[in-house]
């Protein structure tokens, strides 16, 4: 199974209802940051311009999830309608609100497990800076398969960086693999 299915199918079990943004990008704020400070002279370009340049720096989480009664997935938006979120605070649709991040996997092996694990602590971060955002949960969702060693690793992932874990079946099943008292 692809990953956009894995995310697609737990999406759509309604198991984490809520407004749904895919492959929002993080890291506006440091780039931007790190193109002013090597080139002085592009001051004189416009700020869409300089992140332009340095897009490869930013990265897209899989999805983010304002909690809400109901699931509705907002249309892919395209890198400019971002940066104009980005630019303009009353565009933000999650400034002070909280979110889950979410990062899909095809499967969960240990490398798998490891990177998504890698890119959740790094999206906080930087989903906190750019967005103004309020983290409330981290999530791997992914399909089947899954090693002895990252099932060890599933276990104390929930208490020690508060990142949950949930499998999703080929048929759209989804079930919690680390427990977490009270997700919704």
């Not at 943004?21 to 002085?40: I, N």
């Not at 869409?48 to 809400?68: E, F, P």
Request: aromatic content about 14%; hydrophobic content about 45%.
């Amino acid at each position: 199974m692809r990953e956009s299915d894995v995310l697609k199918r737990f999406i759509e079990s309604g198991i984490l209802p809520g407004i749904w943004f895919l492959e929002v990008p993080v890291g506006f704020e440091v780039a931007y940051k790190k193109a002013m400070a090597e080139r002085a002279e592009w001051r004189e370009f416009e700020f869409n311009k300089v992140l332009d340049l340095y897009s490869v720096m930013t990265k897209r989480i899989d999805a983010v999830c304002i909690r809400a009664r109901q699931n509705a997935i907002k249309p892919k938006i395209p890198l400019r309608y971002w940066l104009e979120m980005y630019r303009n605070p009353g565009l933000n649709p999650f400034f002070g609100r909280k979110v889950w991040l979410i990062e899909a996997k095809p499967r969960l092996m240990s490398d798998q497990a490891f990177t998504a694990i890698g890119q959740l602590i790094y999206y906080e971060h930087h989903f906190e800076r750019d967005w103004k955002g309020v983290v409330e949960a981290k999530a791997v969702v992914y399909g089947d398969g899954m090693d002895e060693v990252t099932a060890e690793v599933i276990k104390a992932i929930k208490a020690k960086l508060g990142i949950i874990t949930w499998h999703v079946s080929e048929e759209g099943r989804v079930t919690l693999i680390n427990h977490y008292s009270d997700p919704y």
